[in-house]
C-alpha cells in the first residue's frame, strides 16, 4: 500500500513537472514562442515602414543618381522643344498673315494702277469729248485743281509741254537699261508701265521675276535670271524686256 502510494505522488510530480500554469505541452510552447517571435519581427518591421523582404539601398547611390539626372534633362529637354515648336508655328502664322496682307493691298493697288491705265489711255486715243471722256475729267476735277492752286505755275508749264502722241516701239529711245529705264521709255512713249511678278524658288534662297509690257504694236513678255535679291530679279527681267525691245526695233 505505501509502494502504490508512493508511485502515484511520483506520477503526480511527473504531471507537475511536464504542464504549465495555463495547460499547454511543449511543443505548444515552443510554437507559441515561435510565433511570438515572427509578431515582433513584424512589429518592428511596421515600425520602421520597410517590407520585411526589401533591401535597403543608400539615398547616395550613384546609378540612381543618374538615372534621375537623366530624366531630369529628358524633361528640360522636352520642354525647350515644346517651346520652340511653339516659337516656330507662331512665327509661321505671322509671316503668313503679314504676306496675305500684302498680297491683298497688292492686288488692291493693281486694281487702281490698272483703272487709272485705263484712263490714261482713254485720254491719249479719244479725241473728241464723249460721254467716257467726260466722266474721266469729271472724276479726276477736284484732284488736278487742287494740283493746280497748290503749285500753278509748275502745273501750267506741265500742260504747256506735255506730249499726248504715242510714239511706236522704232521711235522710242532703247539704249537704256534695268527698271527705271524701262519705265521712262514707257513714260516717253505713253506706253501702259510694265507688271513685274516676282516669285521666290522652291528651296527658298532665290528669286525669279517675269515682266510684261504692252504697247500700241506689240505685247511681250520676259523672264529674268535668278537672283539673291526680289530688286536684282526684278532689274534682270527689265534688261531681258530692254533686249526683247531693241530686237524687235531693228526687226520693224
Known amino acids: 500500500m505505501n509502494h502504490k502510494r ?5 506520477e503526480t510530480n511527473i504531471a507537475t513537472s511536464t504542464e504549465h500554469g495555463d495547460g499547454q505541452s511543449p511543443t505548444e510552447d515552443l510554437q507559441a ?15 520602421r515602414n520597410i517590407p520585411q523582404d526589401t533591401i535597403v ?20 529637354t522636352e520642354k525647350s522643344d515644346g517651346i ?22 497688292h492686288r488692291v493697288l493693281g486694281d487702281r494702277s490698272a483703272e487709272y491705265e ?48 504715242r510714239k511706236k516701239l522704232k521711235e522710242a529711245i532703247l539704249l537704256r537699261n534695268k527698271c527705271q529705264e524701262l519705265d521712262d521709255i514707257c513714260h516717253e512713249s505713253n506706253w501702259i508701265l ?25 505685247n511681250l513678255s520676259a523672264d529674268g535670271d535668278m537672283k539673291v535679291t526680289p530688286h536684282d530679279a526684278r532689274d534682270s527681267a527689265a534688261s531681258n524686256m530692254l533686249s526683247q525691245l531693241q530686237q524687235k526695233a531693228r526687226e520693224d
Open 6 to 10: 508512493k508511485f502515484e505522488a511520483l
Open 33 to 47: 514562442s515561435v510565433q511570438m517571435d515572427k509578431n515582433r519581427t513584424e512589429n518592428n518591421s511596421k515600425s
Open 57 to 76: 539601398i543608400p539615398d547616395d547611390d550613384p546609378v540612381i543618381n543618374d538615372q534621375a539626372l537623366k530624366s531630369q534633362q529628358g524633361k528640360v
Open 84 to 105: 520652340m515648336y511653339f516659337q516656330r508655328y507662331a512665327t509661321l502664322r505671322l509671316l503668313q498673315k503679314m504676306r496675305d496682307d500684302t498680297l491683298h493691298e
Open 118 to 165: 485705263m484712263d490714261i489711255q482713254t485720254l491719249l486715243t479719244e479725241t473728241e469729248m464723249t460721254p467716257k471722256l467726260t466722266s474721266i475729267l469729271k472724276k479726276h476735277e477736284n484732284i488736278w485743281k487742287m494740283m493746280e492752286a497748290a503749285n500753278p505755275i509748275s502745273f501750267g508749264e506741265g500742260c504747256q509741254t506735255m506730249k499726248i502722241k
Open 194 to 218: 510694265p507688271r513685274y511678278n516676282v516669285l521666290p524658288s522652291v528651296t527658298g534662297d532665290m528669286y525669279q521675276a517675269s515682266v510684261h509690257l504692252t504697247g500700241p504694236d506689240f
